[in-house]
């Protein structure tokens, strides 16, 4: 089946520095991929949708210079948080979207802790 | 805008018991229903889904009904195990590629 990976699991980092996670699909081209925050007990708050080939679409509140994404193959899309502070803390979740109207795969998200 | 509401927020049931998380979403022209599971620092896993031809769908213990009509969708899970123990999402997704998610249900079997 599709399958995304993302990368890494968990950071860690200084304010002040930036951190890249990387959402590659394995077995599929995804076109466009997703990019999601997720608080403690709380629902998936989408944040961009990333097209392969040109600029991410930013979701209402967004700081789009804050996060960055670049998603230059069919296979690779990556998230740069820029500056980290430790209110971007958080669990960052891609998706891929397996085409028109079908389901989407989510990675296994990254747990940011910025100190 | 679009919004799909989802309860109960919170579900305790016994093993063996089933459990039923039900959603509601706004947008007429939604027309696909995935259920995602949720471990704990994990990223959500599609379950099952429905799409707007088909009024139900069953997986072994897991089933999907859908009333297009009230606009309603709900998961059901019958002969609970622990392991079923995690937090679930629905969404609905109409013509755009964006999925809109429930809030999510926190589902906890007890042995």
């Known amino acids: 089946g599709a399958v995304v990976s993302q990368h890494p699991s968990r950071v860690i980092c200084k304010s002040g520095t930036s951190v890249k996670i990387e959402c590659r699909s394995l077995?599929?081209?995804?076109?466009?991929m997703f990019w999601y925050r997720q608080f403690p007990k709380q629902s998936l708050m989408l944040m961009a949708t990333?097209?392969?080939?040109?600029?991410?679409?930013?979701e209402q509140g967004v700081e789009k210079d804050k996060f960055l994404i670049n998603h230059a193959s069919l296979t690779l899309s990556t998230l740069t948080v820029t500056s980290a502070h430790p209110e971007d803390s958080s669990f960052y979740i891609c998706s891929a979207s397996l085409g028109t109207g079908q389901g989407y795969t989510f990675g296994s998200g990254t747990r940011l802790t910025v100190v | 805008g679009e919004n799909v509401e989802q309860h109960p927020s919170t579900l305790s049931v016994q093993e063996g018991d089933s459990a039923v998380i039900k959603c509601t979403y706004s947008d007429s022209a939604s027309n696909y229903f995935p259920w995602y599971k949720q471990e704990l620092g994990k990223g959500p896993q599609l379950i099952i889904d429905?799409?707007?031809?088909?009024g139900e769908k069953k997986d072994q213990r897991i089933a999907v009904t859908l009333n297009k009509t009230a606009k309603h969708f709900s998961l059901h899970i019958t002969e609970t195990q622990p392991e079923d123990s995690a937090v679930y999402f629905c969404?609905?997704?109409?013509?755009?590629?964006?999925?809109?998610f429930g809030t999510g249900t926190r589902l906890k079997v007890l042995a």
């Open positions: 969404a609905s997704l109409s013509g755009t590629y964006k999925y809109i």
């Open positions: 990333s097209n392969e080939g040109s600029k991410a679409t930013y």
């Open positions: 077995d599929f081209q995804a076109t466009t």
């Open positions: 429905i799409r707007s031809n088909v």
